[in-house]
């Protein structure tokens, strides 16, 4: 069947160290240096779309305060949302929205499930989902799953990489829909990548 067309949403920043009267600036963290530290600037939010032989179609660039109140919050966090709501408006077909760590809540994915779209989003660690032996940290469940199936794959620079990756069915009151979650482990690497998506992985 055709694949879904595929759009990714991704965080970053713009720093202002030298800046003093802009609106609303305040400190984020610098993804740019090592350790990421605090300067003045502001978040920004990129939704993209990927083309034909993987041309990359700028939709949306959101530049916003991160003011901790909750006014901007709710702001920033409605915003997004209703700019993918945008996109679908636009699109004939299902969509493969595709997030980074920040947007695994319920208020940006219910409103993509809405709409029969998809999304694969990377989870935090400290987040809790109900499985069938209760309520348990994505931390918890890493140190507990080996990997069902095995892939490789060749990285840009030539490299064979080995992975491992299951699924697990979970719930959460605050989702509408069947969630899963995709546990990713790299041969040699500690370090596992867990996914929540709506896609039947069944």
Request: charged share 25%.
């Amino acid at each position: 069947s055709k694949l879904p067309v595929m759009i990714n949403v991704d965080e970053s920043d713009i720093i202002k160290p030298y800046g003093f009267k802009f609106e609303d600036l305040s400190k984020i963290h610098d993804g740019s240096k090592e350790g990421r530290p605090k300067e003045k600037g502001y978040n920004v939010t990129g939704i993209v779309s990927i083309g034909l032989n993987n041309t990359i179609l700028p939709l949306v660039l959101n530049i916003y305060s991160n003011k901790t109140n909750e006014k901007f919050k709710i702001f920033n966090t409605t915003k997004t949302a209703n700019h993918l709501l945008d996109i679908f408006k636009f699109i004939n077909d299902k969509c493969l929205v595709v997030l980074d760590r920040g947007y695994d809540g319920a208020n940006y994915l219910n409103p993509i499930a809405n709409n029969g779209n998809y999304y694969v989003v990377r989870c935090k660690e400290n987040r809790k989902y109900c499985t069938t032996n209760g309520f348990k940290t994505i931390n918890d469940l890493c140190e507990k799953i080996k990997g069902k199936y095995a892939s490789s794959f060749q990285s840009a620079s030539g490299k064979i990489i080995f992975q491992k990756f299951t699924s697990i069915k979970v719930s959460h009151k605050d989702f509408k829909y069947d969630i899963w979650l995709v546990v990713e482990s790299v041969t040699n690497e500690n370090d596992k990548r867990v996914y929540l998506t709506n896609i039947d992985c069944s």
